[in-house]
């Protein structure tokens, strides 16, 4: 494998790289799909997903990333296993470093290295993660009809999402560390009108406590005293994190945050250099649109093979 | 149901606005999605899909139609029937006028109207539609393994995916009305140095022969002269036409072509209104970037929503 060269590389295989895998095996492109861990990225940790389009019972995470997998397969997927730790992206032949010390080059490449929620960092929390512990309300919200969950964050999404979980939860408790709210005044007076809404501030939870899903979680004031709440549900949504330490950021121009913003195509600011799925600069992550933009940044590769003399 | 008033309205009932119904249906948002004539657009004319991502073994245009519908209807999807001849987006509150008279109004609108391609107009062509006509060479390619494919057009589009053809296709023969092609010149080049593609200038198309499938294709030379060729399967590649007849292109800012630019949320230059799937100005027309767009869609409506007074 080292040193060898393709046509296009894409560098992870959540739905976006999956997506992107497909594609290019259909259309016979030289390419190879690079994965550090399991194919199906975010997913994976997915438990069920009901608004994947296709699927009118949902469907598991897991069956979901494997079906992408089997499709692209079947049309002669390429792919490995390797953990890529740097890119060189400044000549036109770009260069992927491996942990291992290989390298691979590649003449169009399609970043889907994928996002991952910012995690509160407390006990309890990986252990109940999708049972009870979320961190898309847009995703989970329908399962807590007439419930009492708990939104962490102060955030335009904490807040707005505070508001969405009220058409299906009996009550939401919104656990904010500041004593105001960081969203726009607007998404915050539509909170505080909304009598299903309490709030809690000054506060951060330190544990999630729970057997099989989650019950209780503990609360810590900025005054020092402690306390618990009982909830059926807690929503970390205290902001996403991109999944970039091996990329270049000066390069690709990442966001403040960084992201990596594309035009409407998914190509970066590198010629032949694609963006695709939750690494994208861009205001909405979900699965469909992830699996969208691999489909595009490979026709998007295509044109920009074929016009490299 | 004349002069009723929705939060959100979707217009079209493809992959894009079925999936923004799903979005939209399942955040229990007021919403109604209006479409004129079967849900699932084009996707209903589409024989055999095999690269939308989640099933392996392909699916049906009008199977996988159905799922979305089932799934959107699941969470209670809102919808009529109905044909809407003209939208007014002068004011804050949109307008829905209907063929019958009714009119409907909105805070938000998604705009699913969708594409449709270009056709030749001649005899044999719709009757052989998904058996031997197509209109997508990224969709139908494999399933021309070894036969002999015509494709008419002379734009990139065209000679770029004549080429990509000839990756299945043991020969191409290109069909250009004129004496030189539009493509740029790279693309020209590639092509011209594929000994499996041939071309045909000067020639129109002017009928698709065949009972089962595509057999033969009658051709017409500028200087008077008609033959006949026998092909498995013929690629009408001359543009795509949206679907824009009841849209104010010039408050939409339509682009040269028809279509409606989005920036990446779909939102278009009317706030409140957005584009997705077909009708949106882009270069990759897919099931599952459109299925992406709508998702997109009903996130930004929420926004948008969300910040109204």
Same mark, same amino acid.
């Given at each position: 494998?080292?040193?060898?060269?393709?046509?296009?590389?894409?560098?992870?295989?959540?739905?976006?790289?999956?997506?992107?895998?497909?594609?290019?095996?259909?259309?016979?492109?030289? *390419?190879?799909?690079?994965?550090?861990?399991?194919?199906?990225?975010?997913?994976?940790?997915?438990?069920?997903?009901?608004?994947?389009?296709?699927?009118?019972?949902?469907?598991?995470?897991?069956?979901?990333?494997?079906?992408?997998?089997?499709?692209?397969?079947?049309?002669?997927?390429?792919?490995?296993?390797?953990?890529?730790?740097?890119?060189?992206?400044?000549?036109?032949?770009?260069?992927?470093?491996?942990?291992?010390?290989?390298?691979?080059?590649?003449?169009?490449?399609?970043?889907?290295?994928?996002? *991952?929620?910012?995690?509160?960092?407390?006990?309890?929390?990986?252990?109940?993660?999708?049972?009870?512990?979320?961190?898309?309300?847009?995703?989970?919200?329908?399962?807590?009809?007439?419930?009492?969950?708990?939104?962490?964050? =102060?955030?335009?999404? +904490?807040?707005?999402?505070?508001?969405?979980?009220?058409?299906?939860?009996?009550?939401?408790?919104?656990?904010?560390?500041?004593?105001?709210?960081? +969203?726009?005044?607007?998404?915050?007076?539509?909170?505080?009108?909304?009598?299903?809404?309490?709030?809690?501030?000054?506060?951060?939870?330190?544990?999630? /406590?729970?057997?099989?899903?989650?019950?209780?979680?503990?609360?810590?004031?900025?005054?020092?005293?402690?306390?618990?709440?009982?909830?059926?549900?807690?929503?970390?949504?205290?902001?996403?994190?991109?999944?970039?330490?091996?990329?270049?950021?000066?390069?690709? /121009?990442?966001?403040?945050? =960084?992201?990596?913003?594309?035009?409407?195509?998914?190509?970066?600011?590198?010629?032949?250099?694609?963006?695709?799925?939750?690494?994208?600069? /861009?205001?909405?992550?979900?699965?469909?649109?992830?699996?969208?933009?691999?489909?595009?940044?490979?026709?998007?590769?295509?044109?920009?093979?074929?016009?490299?003399?």
């Amino acid at each position: 494998m080292a040193n060898s060269h393709h046509k296009l590389i894409i560098l992870g295989g959540g739905p976006a790289g999956l997506t992107a895998g497909l594609y290019a095996a259909r259309a016979r492109m030289d *390419h190879l799909l690079v994965e550090k861990g399991a194919e199906g990225g975010q997913v994976l940790l997915t438990d069920w997903i009901d608004n994947y389009p296709g699927f009118p019972d949902g469907i598991s995470g897991f069956d979901l990333a494997e079906k992408m997998l089997a499709q692209a397969r079947r049309f002669e997927l390429n792919s490995m296993f390797g953990n890529v730790t740097s890119l060189d992206l400044s000549e036109p032949v770009k260069r992927l470093q491996f942990e291992d010390g290989d390298t691979l080059s590649c003449d169009s490449l399609i970043i889907c290295s994928g996002a *991952h929620p910012r995690p509160l960092g407390v006990p309890g929390e990986v252990e109940l993660t999708g049972k009870g512990v979320s961190y898309c309300a847009t995703c989970d919200a329908p399962f807590y009809r007439n419930m009492h969950v708990a939104v962490v964050g =102060g955030g335009n999404t +904490a807040v707005q999402e505070a508001s969405h979980l009220t058409k299906f939860a009996d009550k939401v408790t919104l656990i904010h560390r500041r004593d105001e709210l960081r +969203a726009t005044k607007i998404v915050q007076e539509k909170a505080f009108a909304n009598s299903k809404i309490d709030f809690i501030w000054d506060t951060t939870v330190t544990e999630i /406590k729970g057997t099989e899903g989650v019950e209780r979680i503990q609360l810590l004031n900025r005054n020092g005293e402690t306390s618990e709440l009982k909830v059926d549900g807690i929503f970390v949504l205290i902001g996403v994190l991109p999944n970039n330490e091996m990329l270049p950021l000066d390069i690709l /121009k990442a966001d403040a945050g =960084g992201f990596i913003p594309t035009d409407l195509e998914t190509r970066t600011a590198v010629p032949g250099v694609m963006a695709a799925g939750d690494i994208r600069s /861009k205001e909405v992550r979900q699965v469909v649109n992830a699996a969208g933009e691999g489909a595009t940044a490979v026709l998007a590769a295509e044109q920009y093979l074929a016009n490299l003399s």
